[in-house]
């Protein structure tokens, strides 16, 4: 790899093919982590895939497979079932309502199942407008940042360590986001997130103060101005 002298830590570049593998998160506005799902891609489960079975275990966590390594409506449903519900389930039951906020992946809008299933269980879905995530979404705006850096600091060990023909397996993937979870899933953290996206507390003149939103909000021309021609 060429960089700057001036660089730190440039990246590393390793030798061989790469898999895609999805990591689903949810974080409450009251600093509340669900368990990750991480998503391999694969046909089916190995055991390669968990050498770190005992840590896996003791830090709760979920794992699926798909073809692309990516989330799909069969993974994203069973994840509402088995992940959120539960663990978000109020203490006096479902009847108590509940927000889940979303971007608007088709995994989540066009599942009948997923909406139904929100609908039995008074889970209020809010979905976010197309490319406004970056704004919207506390996640976005405070969390995956810092977890990213935190996320390829503990990538670039081993492959310090092993060198160019070093290889990161399936195996090693849950233990270093783990690592980066815990350094970036901070109360204060996910609070500041929350608080910066203006939804808790709620304020709609945080979103509108956004410096993205405001190079894209072009006055309009007052009529008084145009061109008669116009």
Known sequence: MICRASRRNPSLIQEGGRDWVTIVEA??????????????KANAHLMGH????????????????????????????????????????????????RILVLDGHSTHVENYAFVKYAIDHNIHLVCLPSHSPHILQPLDVGIFGPLTTYY??????????????GTIK?????????????????????????????????????????PILQAKMVPKTPLATRHPGL
């Open 27 to 40: 974080i409450s506005g009251g600093a509340q982590v669900l368990p990750p799902l991480i998503i391999f």
């Open 50 to 97: 968990h050498p770190n079975i005992e840590i896996e275990e003791k830090e709760d966590a979920f794992f699926a497979t798909s073809p692309k390594g990516y989330t799909n409506t069969e993974i994203t449903f069973q994840w509402f079932q088995e992940v959120f519900e539960p663990r978000t389930r109020p203490a006096k039951g479902i009847n108590q309502h």
């Open 152 to 165: 390829k600091q503990e990538l670039e060990d081993p492959v310090r360590q092993q060198g160019l023909h």
């Open 170 to 210: 399936k195996g090693d993937i849950f233990p270093m986001p783990q690592r980066a979870r815990i350094k970036t899933f901070k109360p204060e953290t996910i609070r500041s997130a929350w608080r910066a996206s203006g939804l808790i507390p709620f304020n709609r003149n945080q979103i509108l103060r956004d």
